[in-house]
């Protein structure tokens, strides 16, 4: 598979592409699934249908690799806590962990329940042709317990930071649990059939450069050494958006470093290239231009053309992209890589 030679720096006949989100709402295809569905947690039970858009983008769009469809917080749920989806807000927990009680009402062995996963998994790898390559993934660790601390969505974090500074020990506690769970589940995934996994902290940048490497990176770098300790051959990815100050400090064993669109490849290639491939990093809002979209593709291929480089968002893709657009760029890829 020629994404998963890039992924261990393997020459490859032209750069593959891939973007975050790329199954989702500026689909049509998408849109018509999901309204079949009944809403986003149904979706990503329903292993049919979420095999259905994780292999949307592969032949709509043609990207190098799919990406399961499914939500990070199915780890907390599945744990025992309460999740909704509500309109206008996100994702909310009833039941935030904030005392050492709630923490102790979590269930155990939340990755057997997590069934409908694998069963996706099974479905999508049946399918999808054999030189596209399944990207399964995981919410890191940090950005998990976030979400089961603050209860939503937030800008602050003052509730999760408070406890980091007044209890320590209790956020590790939830840490360490939350991460043997991530462990176990990737472990199903990749049993499952999935090439490739991701661990996304999305909240990475809450926190200043000490507490990000105590109670962010050292847990996702765990989780990286258990996965490749048991299963060298399948490529890890790592994704801590938003903290290109902190990149002097950056190691584990891991193949692939996720760069933002808010840190200059050129750094990220200075600090990590000799490492570790490169994945990312165009601005999302490119896609609403060709021209915008064709500028910065021939630059992070003028960059990286001496290191290892998969193309991708350096975030999510969003919900009025123009499919046209996206296509275009996917399509530049190739085309500019192959030639050159």
């Known amino acids: 598979m020629i994404f998963v030679d890039a992924c261990f720096n393997k020459p490859t006949p032209y750069t593959p592409v891939w973007m975050m989100r790329q199954a989702g709402r500026y689909l049509p295809e998408y849109m018509a699934v999901r309204q079949e569905a009944g809403d986003f947690l149904n979706l990503c039970k329903d292993p049919e249908k979420a095999a259905e858009v994780t292999l949307q983008p592969v032949d709509i769009i043609g990207v190098d690799a799919a990406i399961l469809f499914s939500d990070i917080l199915v780890i907390p749920l599945e744990m025992g806590m309460d999740l909704k989806f509500e309109k206008g807000e996100g994702p909310v927990f009833s039941d935030p962990i904030r005392t050492q009680k709630d923490l102790e009402r979590l269930k155990p062995n939340a990755h057997e329940r997590l069934t409908y996963v694998y069963d996706t998994i099974k479905i999508i790898r ?88 105590e109670f962010s990176w050292n847990y996702m770098k765990e989780v990286a050494s258990y996965i490749k300790s048991k299963y060298p051959h399948i490529p890890i990815i790592m994704f801590p958006k ?36 490169l994945q990312g990093n165009m601005e999302p809002c490119r896609l609403y231009s060709k021209e915008a979209t064709k500028e910065c593709v021939e630059s992070l291929y003028e960059t990286m053309q001496n290191r290892g480089h998969i193309f991708n968002l350096g975030h999510g893709i969003l919900p009025d992209v123009p499919v046209e657009n996206a296509k275009y760029f996917v399509d530049l890829v190739h085309r500019i890589t192959r030639e050159k």
Do not use: C
């Not at 064993?253 to 808010?262: E, N, Q």
């Open 242 to 277: 938003g903290i290109g100050a902190y990149l002097d400090d950056i190691d584990g064993d891991f193949d692939v470093f996720g760069v933002d669109w808010g840190t200059p490849m050129a750094l990220a290639k200075e600090k990590l290239g000799d490492r570790y491939v």
């Open 126 to 213: 049946e399918r999808l042709a054999d030189d596209k390559a399944l990207i399964g993934f995981t919410g890191a660790p940090w950005t998990l317990i976030t979400y089961m601390i603050e209860g939503r969505g937030t800008k602050t974090y003052n509730i999760v930071k408070k406890l980091i500074y007044t209890e320590p020990e209790l956020v590790h506690a939830l840490l360490r649990e939350v991460t043997e769970v991530v462990k176990l589940y990737l472990e199903k995934q990749i049993e499952a059939g999935v090439d490739v996994v991701q661990i996304f902290d999305s909240w990475a940048a809450a926190l200043e450069k000490p507490k990000y490497f």
